[in-house]
């Protein structure tokens, strides 16, 4: 793990107001694709650099992914591995509290993708006891492992039911392609550019995991902030559709408000400056679909989720009940409990819990990656419980993150720690 200090606090100065022990520690990691991450400097991470303006203590730790290899050629990274190093470096700065720079009292996470599920997942599972065992098996330091708030681009997360919102977002939109945009610069890429079409096996399986959306949603008892009940009726339409597309709506209101045109958008329906409507199917097929059914647990288990559910002598695995049983590969589900430590929906409402009091998470109206359903589904229980959810879905914003900081008048990440570190 690198820590970084702004220079300024051995100077014996203080920074809007903090100083070499009251200094908010921001805590991003660089996991993408469950990717291993790697520790982070200033030069290389824009979050950082602006973290360090902003007079925050940086920890950027090192985390396990998906590919890789011990000494032997087993496998190092596979799930929970991610989830456990970053818990061991939150676990470090409580223990060193006292010798180290910063408010260990107020960690706050960021990450991307990936990244982003972690941040969100580390803020729903503070100190629980399914991770103890695995924390000790890295010698990591038996310590407190809750974190302050977590700010979450893109997750992607509740990998259990991702397919099933996938296949609900674009349903009955049956091409897809990796990239949106051609761009002749990626002519070495051409293969993954190709635009396809989901054949009638892959048409079904969207049709059945659609249908298992409605399922899952009306399983939540989700609510809206006015205590609405959100559900879903057997044509995959209702109140959590009207909800998705209020979300939608906000985010193009914004961008109406400051003089944007979007007449171009023909699925969206604007009077008197106002989003009034939308049209739910021509606004995925404008955003177009990236992946083919089943999105993340692949049939023929070859996906980036996959690798990760694999285990130390096993690449790939299952993690649904639905691809295990239409498997092309034969193969085996994950551990039941290690599907669970990925998952922030089986924390949110457990006690054993400690939750962080903050979450903003954020999803780009146009990510492809995964549906717009799952960050919503993941706000609004958080909210549930009480804590403080800053969610929305910027306008014209593809997979990414990170994209609303370091310029000043746009420091929109920043402007929200610093207002919930002096508020909490
Ligand atoms: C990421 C993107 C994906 O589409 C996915 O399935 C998993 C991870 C990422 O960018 O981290």
Redesign the pocket.
Known sequence: MNIYVPKAYYDKKSIDGYTLKTAPIFMPNS????CPGKTENPSESKAILTALRHGFIVASPAIRGRTLKNRNKNNHGKAPACIVDYKAAVGFLHKFADILPGDDNKIITNG????GALSCLIGVTGNHLDYKEHLREIGAAEEDDSIFASSCYCP?TNLGNADAAYEWQFDGIYDYCKSRILTPKSDKNINSLLKRTMNEERIKISKEECALFTTYINSLNLKDEDGKPLTLDENENGTFKEYIKSVILSSAQEVLDKGVDLTGKKWLDVCGGKAVAMDFYGYAKDITR??TASA?DDITMT???NNLFGDKYNDYAHFTKYSTCHSTANGKTAQKKIIKMLNPMYYIEDEKAESAKYFRIRHGERDR??SIAISAILSLKLKEIGCNVDYAAPWDIP?SGDYDLDEYDLDELFAWINKIVKEG
């Open positions: 996991v993408g694709g469950y991307t993708s990936a990244g992607i990236m992946k993340f996906s980036t989720e990656d995964t997979h």
